[in-house]
């Protein structure tokens, strides 16, 4: 029984050692970047330096694969003591794919989104190794009007994704404002929508581009090179989409490949370059400058549900206002048709005779009115009557006396 306490515990101590050995090899970028030369693809020497550590993704401590930002080169590297660089993909290839989100599922590479020089890309492709090329993997009801991927992040079997649609754009500020926020199920490749919303700008929403990223199952860390070769680093939790900073990070030296920051479920681990490594539980520190990105979409729904409820109070008040008038000056112009056709009936019967203003007057049914509206009512009365076409109704001078009118009808 003693001896089996001691096997259990030499076998705990030593799934501690492995589970701690993560990253245990260096990255040597010099060697790396020796053996990408001899591929001869000058962009990627170009720009290897500042792109290297935010453009990899890990398969395990030792394997890793390289995928040039803004390109469709890919490299599989094997770390240790015979580090060795294999060129996966075929051919030179250039692709709309910078800020892309690159990741490994079931052991295959994808990369998703991206944007390029007078282009953006909402597609998702995936690298077959036999084949040794990319090609877009077909998403079911994904939105036909998806224009760009603002913010996308693996969590199990989900690719959660924001995306900004072409379906509505602001001339005011050249912008297209329409927003929806779903997941991508990588089971089946199945886009399952969450909530739609509208916004002026996605640069409230968007994560900087950095030039380090580590991405493992429940965290991304993005670092930001600042002065005297510190970093500012932020970790952004999967599962409750909260991006923020942590005091253990702070004042870090950037990482150089024998350096190196990584996570294990909630441990954060910084390995420096003589190879010690700190560690420390995510969780044990207070979290400062935090932006939860769910919660700030979500805040627009009701904003937007808000504006759309609005919107819709004042048109179904236009179109209820509308109706009345249009009722209302159906009803007066009803009204005021009788009337001209009750004075028509009484017109006709005095055809080919000439008739004073008082009479007139009378006729029309306005001798009661003051002297000013009786004038604007008259003139008023017989422009309609003649428009009408069934009498006409002149005016002339009195033979008798030239000083006074009457009225021919005929």
Do not use: A
């Not at 306490?5 to 501690?16: G, H, K, M």
């Not at 330096?49 to 590297?77: A, C, E, Q, W």
């Not at 779903?182 to 919303?197: C, P, Q, R, S, W």
């Not at 004038?375 to 006409?392: A, P, Y």
């Amino acid at each position: 029984m003693g001896k089996n306490r001691i096997y259990i515990i030499i076998y705990l101590i030593l799934q501690s050692l492995i589970g701690y050995s993560q990253h245990h090899y260096s990255i040597d970028t010099l060697e790396i970047h020796q053996q990408i030369k001899s591929f001869g693809d000058k962009d990627v020497n170009r720009s290897f330096k500042k792109d290297f550590f935010r453009s990899i993704v890990f398969k395990n401590d030792s394997t890793l694969y390289y995928n040039p930002n803004g390109s469709l080169h890919l490299y599989k590297i094997k770390l240790g003591e015979d580090l060795m660089v294999e060129k996966l993909s075929e051919g030179t290839f250039h692709g709309h794919n910078f800020k892309r989100l690159l990741f490994l599922y079931n052991d295959v590479v994808y990369s998703y989104g991206g944007e390029g020089l007078f282009n953006v890309n909402s597609s998702l492709i995936y690298f077959d190794e036999i084949k040794k090329g990319w090609f877009e993997r077909e998403i079911k009801n994904y939105p036909l009007d998806s224009r760009f991927v603002v913010n996308s992040w693996v969590i199990n079997d989900k690719l959660r994704v924001l995306l900004n649609l072409s379906s509505e754009f602001d001339e005011n500020t050249s912008k297209y404002t329409k927003y929806s926020f779903g997941y991508i199920d990588l089971t089946n490749f199945e886009y399952h929508k969450d909530f739609v919303f509208n916004y002026p700008d996605y640069s409230n929403f968007i994560i900087p581009e950095s030039e380090f990223i580590y991405d493992s199952e429940e965290y991304t860390i993005y670092g930001y090179r600042e002065k005297n070769n510190h970093c500012r680093y932020s970790l952004f939790d999967k599962n409750t989409s909260e991006l923020f900073r942590t005091p253990f990070l702070e004042n870090t030296t950037c990482i150089d490949g024998f350096s190196y920051l990584y996570t294990n479920k909630s441990m954060l681990y910084y390995r420096k370059d003589e190879g010690v490594i700190d560690s420390v539980n995510i969780n044990s520190f207070p979290h400062y400058n935090n932006k939860n990105h769910i919660e700030i979409y979500r805040s627009n729904i009701k904003k937007y549900s808000f504006l759309k409820f609005l919107l819709l109070g004042i048109c179904t008040i236009l179109i209820i206002g509308l109706l009345i008038y249009k009722k209302r000056k159906s009803n007066i112009v009803s009204e005021s048709d009788k009337e001209l056709k009750e004075i028509e009936d009484k017109m006709v019967e005095l055809k080919g005779r000439r008739i004073s203003k008082d009479e007139l007057d009378d006729v029309l049914g306005i001798s009661h009115y003051t002297y000013e509206t009786n004038k604007q009512r008259r003139s008023t009365l017989i422009t309609q009557l003649n428009e009408r076409g069934k009498i006409k109704i002149d005016r002339v001078r009195k033979q008798e006396d030239k000083r006074y009118l009457e009225y021919i009808i005929s």
